[in-house]
């Protein structure tokens, strides 16, 4: 997808088997995961979720591909804070780092209004959306102006495109989480999930 000033590349889907394949469960409830990766280029370079530290290899070849190397990239955003999102944030020690509700340079840690509902403002066209349930500190990231309208790159207040009531299952307020949901299906117009394919929102 292609914005005024630059793009949304899809890097990897991810895969969560607990939402796709019932079978796919132990009997002790264990699962696979592994998160959704996106590449957003434009003013800033800006990685959402670097995936697990089993992406690592995958990664750095996928970025390679682009002509890109960990310290090309400006921001990292970590929409929370599962090993399946943030395992490889090591690679990116000169971004800037968000994660949850904190940004930080190195070790030092900037002021936020996220945990006040306030956008973090990273260029015109990219900012950080505070968007909580999943857990207490979830954050999405609104690309505006792409040719697909605003995107929402949502880490897992969507699991999946089909993920219907079964978020619940793995949410630490699903009260809450359904508020943020519900305000994403009101503004944005394709949200790129934490486990699968992105999906168009149809409105009336």
Same mark, same amino acid.
């Given at each position: 997808?292609? @914005?005024?000033?630059?793009?949304?590349?899809?890097?990897?889907?991810?895969?969560?088997?607990?939402? !796709?394949?019932?079978? @796919?469960?132990?009997?002790?409830?264990?699962?696979?995961?592994?998160? =959704?990766?996106?590449?957003?280029?434009?003013?800033?370079?800006?990685?959402?979720?670097?995936?697990?530290?089993?992406?690592?290899?995958?990664?750095?070849?996928?970025?390679?591909? !682009?002509g890109?190397?960990?310290?090309?990239?400006?921001?990292?955003?970590?929409?929370?804070?599962?090993?399946?999102?943030?395992?490889?944030?090591?690679?990116?020690? @000169?971004?800037?780092?968000?994660?949850?509700?904190?940004?930080? *340079?190195?070790?030092?840690?900037?002021?936020t209004?996220?945990? *006040?509902?306030?956008?973090?403002?990273?260029?015109?066209?990219?900012?950080v959306?505070?968007?909580?349930?999943?857990?207490?500190?979830?954050?999405?990231?609104?690309?505006?102006? =792409?040719?697909?309208?605003?995107?929402l790159?949502?880490?897992?207040?969507?699991?999946?495109?089909?993920?219907?009531?079964?978020?619940?299952?793995?949410?630490?307020?699903?009260?809450?989480?359904?508020?943020? !949901?519900?305000?994403?299906?009101?503004?944005?117009?394709?949200?790129?999930?934490?486990?699968?394919?992105?999906?168009?929102?149809? !409105?009336?």
């Open positions: 997808m292609c @914005s005024g000033t630059g793009s949304v590349s899809l890097l990897t889907a991810g895969t969560d088997l607990q939402f !796709r394949n019932v079978s @796919s469960w132990v009997a002790d409830g264990t699962f696979r995961a592994d998160g =959704t990766i996106t590449l957003l280029r434009g003013h800033k370079t800006v990685l959402v979720d670097t995936g697990g530290p089993w992406d690592r290899d995958f990664l750095q070849v996928t970025l390679k591909e !682009r890109l190397e960990p310290k090309d990239i400006d921001v990292v955003v970590g929409t929370h804070g599962h090993s399946d999102h943030i395992g490889n944030l090591s690679l990116f020690s @000169s971004a800037v780092m968000i994660v949850g509700y904190d940004i930080s *340079e190195g070790d030092t840690y900037r002021p209004q996220l945990a *006040e509902g306030q956008p973090y403002v990273i260029d015109e066209h990219v900012s959306v505070p968007t909580p349930g999943h857990t207490g500190q979830d954050v999405s990231v609104q690309v505006k102006g =792409t040719s697909a309208g605003l995107v790159v949502a880490g897992d207040l969507f699991e999946c495109c089909s993920d219907e009531d079964s978020w619940r299952d793995v949410s630490l307020n699903p009260a809450v989480q359904e508020l943020s !949901r519900q305000e994403a299906l009101c503004t944005a117009d394709l949200i790129i999930p934490g486990h699968g394919l992105p999906f168009r929102v149809f !409105r009336d």
